[in-house]
C-alpha cells in the first residue's frame, strides 16, 4: 500500500521535551500538508511544504513548532519544549499537485499525548 | 471564530433509509467545499465536493446539495449502509488553495442494521 505513512502512531512526551513526527508521502507526490486536529476540534491547517521549501506556514504557531522536508527523507514536524495544550492528532496530507481543486490524501495521523 | 460549522455532533440512521449530514458556514469567500470520511484510527478519505459555481453534485448514493445564499450545504446518503458509519467532516476553501481547507467538527453517523 503506497498511502501517506505516518510515524509513529502514537506519541507521548513529557512537558518539555521534543517530539518529532514524519510523514512520507504517496508515491509520487511531491506536496506535503500537516494538520492537527484538537480534542473535540476540526482538523486545522498547520502548513504546506515541498521539497526544500516552505510555501505556506501560516497556520503554524510562532514559537517552537517547525517542519521540513528535505530532499531525501521523510517531511518532518518538530514540536520543542512540548506543553500540554499541544496534545493533539497531527495528520499530514499529500498531493501530486500543489494548485487548483486536487484532493489531500491524508495519513491516519500521529497521537501526541504530553504528559 | 468557527467558520465552518457541522452542529449535529451525531446522527442515527436505520440501514436503507436516507442520512442528511448539515454543514453551515460564515466566511462568504468559501468557494469549494468538500466532505471528508473518517474511520476510527484512519485518516480522513475525501468523499465527494462542490463548486460554489453549482447547486448539486451526485457520486453514486452521495449527493451534496449548496445553498448560497443560506451559506448551507448538506451531503445525502441514500441508501445509508452499515459501512457508512463514521465520523463525516465538511470542509471549506477559497481562491484555489485547495490545501488549506477549514473544517468543521464533524458528525457521528451511525448506521444501524
Known amino acids: 500500500n503506497a498511502g501517506v505513512m505516518q510515524n509513529p502512531r502514537h506519541l507521548v512526551r513529557r512537558r518539555g521535551q521534543e517530539a518529532r513526527l514524519r510523514c512520507s508521502p504517496m508515491k509520487g507526490h511531491s506536496h506535503v500538508y500537516w494538520y492537527r486536529q484538537l480534542p473535540e476540534e476540526g482538523l486545522k491547517f498547520m502548513v504546506y511544504l515541498q521539497k526544500e521549501n516552505i510555501i505556506d506556514e501560516s497556520g503554524m504557531p510562532k514559537e517552537r513548532f517547525s517542519a521540513e522536508f528535505p530532499k531525501e527523507g521523510p517531511s518532518i514536524l518538530r514540536i520543542q519544549q512540548v506543553v500540554r495544550g499541544d496534545s493533539a492528532a497531527y495528520f499530514c496530507?499529500?498531493?501530486?499537485?500543489?494548485?487548483?481543486?486536487?484532493?489531500?490524501?491524508f495519513g491516519s495521523g500521529t497521537q501526541l499525548s504530553v504528559l | 471564530d468557527q467558520q465552518v460549522k457541522q452542529n449535529s455532533p451525531s446522527l442515527s440512521v436505520q440501514e436503507g433509509r436516507i442520512s442528511i449530514l448539515n454543514c453551515d458556514y460564515t466566511?462568504?469567500?468559501?468557494?469549494?467545499f468538500l466532505w471528508y470520511k473518517k474511520y476510527p484510527a484512519e485518516g480522513p478519505t475525501f468523499l465527494i465536493s462542490?463548486?460554489?459555481?453549482?447547486d448539486k453534485n451526485e457520486d453514486g448514493r452521495f449527493t451534496v446539495f449548496l445553498n448560497k445564499s443560506a451559506k448551507h450545504l448538506s451531503l445525502h446518503i441514500v441508501p445509508s449502509q452499515p459501512g457508512d458509519s463514521a465520523v463525516y467532516f465538511c470542509?471549506?476553501?477559497?481562491?484555489?488553495?485547495?490545501?488549506?481547507?477549514?473544517f468543521g467538527k464533524g458528525t457521528l453517523l451511525t448506521v444501524n442494521p
Open positions: 466566511n462568504s469567500m468559501f468557494d469549494y
Open positions: 462542490i463548486s460554489s459555481i453549482k
Open positions: 496530507a499529500s498531493s501530486q499537485q500543489g494548485a487548483g481543486n486536487e484532493k489531500l490524501f
Open positions: 470542509a471549506a476553501t477559497h481562491g484555489g488553495s485547495n490545501y488549506k481547507l477549514t
